[in-house]
């Protein structure tokens, strides 16, 4: 049970369905644009049901939190009247982080010193098309180095297994 008072995150509007009813305040983030990839994966008529049914969500919405203003963009000009409940704020990095010694790290990993190095960092899903990137440095001669886990990473290590220059690393903790 939901407690009376208690604030609902969605991270997608499909999801703020099962909570139309309720007195809860309900916040979603649009992470990108939900109904134009219902479109292109299911076909367009499921991507018309979505649209209206996002619509719905986003109507019933009290805040809405977009992570760029390209997606709010977007969303405004598909349905302007959320105007005003929704805000932007990106997706940042954290100040923790910060620049590493070049040398100890390709050492660390097992990287030659002189060769071009790309690292993809985020979760291997569908939804992130790492199988593009993969099939992109297939063709270049530029190592690349994957960061991450998910439910795409085992189909991903095998497509590049005949790929010297692409190396998955498993996710890593930060210190």
Do not use: W
């Not at 598909?78 to 100890?104: A, E, H, L, T, Y």
């Not at 063709?139 to 990473?153: C, N, P, Q």
Request: charged content about 35%; proline content about 3%; some cysteine.
């Amino acid at each position: 049970t939901i407690l009376k008072g208690t604030s609902i995150l969605v991270d997608r509007p499909d999801r703020i369905i099962p909570f139309l009813f309720r007195k809860n305040k309900l916040i979603c983030m649009l992470h990108g644009s939900h109904s134009k990839n219902v479109y292109q994966k299911k076909g367009k008529m499921l991507g018309f049901f979505y649209s209206i049914m996002e619509y719905i969500a986003l109507k019933r919405a009290d805040i809405i939190i977009s992570v760029s203003e390209e997606n709010k963009r977007y969303y405004l000009k598909r349905f302007p009247s959320i105007k005003n409940k929704i805000s932007v704020i990106p997706i940042g990095v954290n100040k923790v982080f910060k620049p590493m010694d070049k040398k100890k790290l390709r050492k660390k990993y097992g990287l030659n010193e002189k060769n071009k190095i790309a690292v993809y960092i985020g979760r291997l899903e569908k939804e992130k098309q790492v199988e593009k990137i993969i099939k992109v440095f297939s063709k270049i001669d530029t190592e690349l180095v994957i960061v991450g886990d998910g439910r795409e990473e085992e189909k991903l290590i095998r497509l590049s297994a005949n790929q010297k220059n692409i190396r998955f690393l498993g996710s890593l903790e930060y210190k």
